[in-house]
């Protein structure tokens, strides 16, 4: 699984750093005065891609997530071995990188001739989860018991469900009700991380969050070096030293996931941030769960999960990248009251690129946030 990718991250903080020359710039590039900057694009920052270029760093890692999750590889199955220490060596040709880019063409081709240029066919739909698409059926699959998966995007509208008003209803009062989440407009919290970055160490991690939509995570990913991952209310970025850049700007559907993490920190406001709700049912660890949408023109849906008590247990969100869609889970649990508010304490995040955990221990409502805190970060330190 593509999981195993992510040992190889740390290993590249701790090792390799500072190999890209073009990484030592911060991600952005200054624009003339007065406009605003635009995020580098793949070909500024890597080598050798005459293929996937054009767009901006944070979606080109999505690309890879992608190649990684449609065929089940990790990042140095298709790359050198050496690309495990060193960003610079991922630009290194390889069998398996030529063959990739070839079906790059073919997937454009296939969907430009047969379906009007609309993204039908991608890596996925051969391979799902395969080097090698398989091409006899299957009679285990066809006689088997078919799996729905819970995070399905393109969901059936279950018509006898409530109304998501009403659910979102539910929610708000599952959690304390809106006087008092109105009554909370900040907080701090602490509790430890671990994910790949960390080669699944738990280490400790810091949040900041002011209402309506700040949010600052800060991992302490060893010692003296921090991974900052902030929404401003506007613009977000990811600082930190295991990534090519180390100031990267998120774009797109990322942006508008770090958007809706930060809001989601002041959840009063949910029902606020979609113009359009469907409702549907799915199964998660054998519970049947409420599945809410939300659509928004112009984006992609994000799924609301709902469990018999009205807590959210989990939010699906997907980001568009140039090879297609690339899905992010987030799980909550643990909630525990904080003036009176139910929080989750818990939450674990999945993408094609990895998985983190974070468990928190105590959070502080209504503190006092620094400014700095919830602005842009400085652009990492690559360690020594
Ligand atoms: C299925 C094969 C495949 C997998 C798996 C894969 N890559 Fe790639 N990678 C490519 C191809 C192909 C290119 C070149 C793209 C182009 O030609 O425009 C590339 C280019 C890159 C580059 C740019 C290097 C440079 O300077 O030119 C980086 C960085 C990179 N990949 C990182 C990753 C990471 C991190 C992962 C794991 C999450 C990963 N790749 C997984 C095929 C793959
Ligand atoms: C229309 C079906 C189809 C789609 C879509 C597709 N592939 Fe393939 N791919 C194949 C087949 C079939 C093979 C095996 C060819 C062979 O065995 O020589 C293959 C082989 C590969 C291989 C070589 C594997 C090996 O072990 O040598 C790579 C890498 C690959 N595909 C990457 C991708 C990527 C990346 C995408 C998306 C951009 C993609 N494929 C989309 C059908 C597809």
Redesign the pocket.
């Given at each position: 699984m593509?999981f195993g990718?992510n040992r190889?991250?740390l290993r590249t903080a701790q090792v390799a750093i500072g190999c890209?020359l073009t990484a030592a710039l911060a991600g952005v590039h200054v624009g003339q005065a007065g406009q605003a900057p635009r995020p580098q694009m793949?070909e500024d920052?890597?080598?050798?891609?005459?293929?996937?270029?054009g767009i901006p760093v944070d979606e080109?890692?999505d690309?890879?997530?992608m190649?990684?999750a449609?065929?089940s590889?990790?990042?140095?199955?298709?790359?050198v071995p050496e690309?495990s220490k060193t960003?610079?060596r991922?630009?290194d040709e390889?069998d398996?990188?030529?063959?990739?880019?070839r079906?790059?063409t073919m997937v454009n081709n296939i969907n430009r001739t047969n379906f009007g240029g609309e993204e039908f066919v991608t890596?996925y739909t051969c391979h799902r989860g395969d080097r090698r698409p398989q091409v006899r059926p299957s009679l285990t699959v066809q006689y088997g018991v078919p799996m729905g998966d819970p995070n399905e995007i393109d969901i059936f509208p279950d018509t006898a469900a409530p109304p998501a008003e009403q659910i979102l209803d539910k929610y708000i009062a599952a959690i304390g009700g809106a006087q008092r989440l109105a009554a909370i407009s900040s907080f701090a919290a602490k509790g430890t991380y671990e994910g790949y970055d960390t080669d699944h160490t738990a280490v400790s991690v810091e949040i900041f969050a002011k209402a309506p939509n700040q949010r600052t995570t800060v991992v302490r990913l060893f010692e003296g070096n921090d991974s900052v991952r902030t929404f401003d209310g506007n613009g977000a970025w990811i600082a930190s030293p295991d990534r090519?850049v180390t100031l990267m700007p998120l774009t797109g559907g990322n942006l508008n996931g770090a958007r809706l993490d930060a809001q989601l920190s002041f959840p009063a406001q949910i029902k606020t941030l979609f113009r359009q709700w469907k409702v549907a049912a799915a199964v998660i660890d054998d519970r049947e769960v409420r599945v809410v949408q939300g659509i928004n023109p112009g984006q992609l849906p994000v799924n609301f999960y709902f469990d018999d008590a009205g807590l959210l247990i989990r939010v699906v969100r997907v980001t568009q990248t140039s090879v297609g869609q690339v899905p992010t889970e987030i799980s909550y649990s643990d909630y525990r009251e904080v003036a009176g508010v139910k929080m989750p304490f818990q939450w674990i995040t999945t993408w094609?690129?990895?998985q983190t955990t974070t468990k928190l221990t105590e959070i502080q409502p209504n503190v006092a946030i620094d400014a700095a805190r919830l602005a842009r970060p400085a652009p990492a330190r690559r360690p020594q």
């Open positions: 593509a990718s190889y991250f890209l793949a920052v890597f080598k050798n891609v005459p293929v996937i270029r080109f890692m690309t890879m997530g190649f990684s449609a065929l590889l990790n990042c140095p199955d298709c790359h690309s960003w610079e991922f630009a390889t398996l990188k030529i063959a990739a880019r079906m790059v890596c090519p094609t690129n990895g």
